[in-house]
């Protein structure tokens, strides 16, 4: 196990190279282009190490792919990592891949190509150490997870359900924990119908959309109970079109978290129950809870433990805390699959300006990785 890590720590120079070349290829999950170019290099260095790749197509989303090694034998060990990252094509021109102090800066370093790198060279690790293990492993990587895993997820939950343990690669938290517990998410659209009219011939005779739709903003906000751990946002709001017109037409748009699955229907079920408040006005509700949440319960405690054992004999003292953000963690986990997330690298700033990754942290990673594969 020591090998492991001794042998990584040799590897950061080419870790760091190949973190490089994947900030470099731009990979916002609208570009199927940009997704795919990312899989073609992934695809490779996996064949490379022996995988059988499998290609599940996509035609809109940039293709997922599976890596496999020692199929059909043990219990399967199955890592969920994605290519997609939150920025458009463009974004690295304005902020270019850059090391200052030991952090490498870039779009989707951390949130999570240094990922694809610690489980990457984890499998080299492995190889390279003597110490290949005889179960099945798979690698999955998909294409549109900051957008719900809409096309992903069947994949998932697919490669997960006979899996003995699902990793899911996301970054550590800012101390290098692993992340026991996810909020659930949900999207929901309030449309709010009124009655147009003549701003100053015929105010009267108006029903005012954008004034029914602010009433539901502030309704809408003030359910967000931070003590059960539910929140509320609403992060769009879009209506009406002239100022001489009593608009008919609103909407909001509302980001809404749960810490525990049984708050999910209540949430769905105040969503639906909206009524409007002006007169003559009506409201149209859509949405769903995409991802359950990930709790933190007795399962997760003794998955957490078995892996901090692990840890410890490669010389890492490991910790758990939950995460605010969604992640497909929250699949697996409902599936009742041992499930642990967070065993991407150190860093911070996902989704951020200042996005970065601690470069020491990768060799370190690897070696979590590579033990927890071959010890499990
Ligand atoms: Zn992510």
């Known amino acids: 196990m020591q090998d492991l890590m001794a042998y990584l720590q040799t590897q950061l120079p080419g870790m760091t190279a190949l973190l490089s070349d994947l900030v470099n290829i731009e990979s916002h999950t609208d570009d199927k282009a940009g997704v795919d170019a990312v899989g073609r290099v992934i695809a490779a260095i996996l064949r490379d190490l022996g995988a059988h790749v499998h290609i599940d197509r996509q035609a809109e989303a940039g293709d997922h792919l599976v890596g496999v090694f020692n199929a059909g034998s043990g219990s399967p060990i199955s890592l969920y990592l994605h290519m997609d990252t939150v920025y458009p094509a463009g974004t690295l021109a304005q902020r270019p891949v850059r090391v200052v102090d030991g952090r490498l800066y870039g779009p989707g370093a951390n949130d999570m190509k240094a990922s694809h790198v610690v489980a990457l060279y984890a499998l080299r690790a492995l190889r390279a150490t003597g ?16 957008t719900g895993s809409h096309t992903s997820r069947k994949l998932i939950e697919d490669t997960a359900r006979d899996a003995a343990l699902a990793m899911v690669m996301e970054p550590a938290l800012p101390d290098g924990g692993l992340k026991s517990s996810r ?3 949900g999207l929901f659209k309030v449309v709010a119908r009124g009655k147009a009219s003549h701003a100053g011939a015929a105010h009267a005779l108006g029903v005012n959309a ?5 009433h539901q903003v502030l309704k809408v906000q003030a359910l967000t109970d931070y003590q059960r751990g539910v929140t509320f946002s609403v992060g769009a709001i879009r209506g009406g079109g002239v100022t001489n017109v009593v608009p008919d037409y609103a909407e909001l748009e ?3 978290r749960v810490s525990r699955a049984e708050d999910a229907e209540w949430v769905r079920s105040v969503m639906m129950g909206l009524t409007p408040v002006l007169a003559g006005s009506s409201l149209e509700v859509t949405g769903e ?21 692990i840890g410890r004999a490669i010389g890492l003292e490991l910790t758990h805390g939950p995460s605010g953000g969604g992640s497909d963690a929250s699949f697996t986990a409902a599936l009742g699959v041992p499930t642990l997330d967070g065993f991407g690298a150190v860093g911070d700033g996902a989704h951020a300006l200042h996005e970065h990754v601690v470069l020491s942290s990768l060799p370190e990673r ?9 010890a499990w």
């Open 131 to 146: 110490l290949w293990p005889t179960r099945e492993m798979r690698l999955v990587f998909t294409s549109d997870e900051e």
């Open 183 to 185: 909020k659930g998410t």
């Open 210 to 214: 954008i004034q029914e739709i602010a």
């Open 254 to 256: 509302v980001d809404t």
């Open 289 to 309: 809870l995409n991802r359950p949440p990930m709790e933190c319960d007795a399962e997760r405690i003794a998955t957490f433990d078995r892996v901090r054992e």
């Open 366 to 374: 690897a070696a979590l990785c590579a033990a927890v594969l071959s």
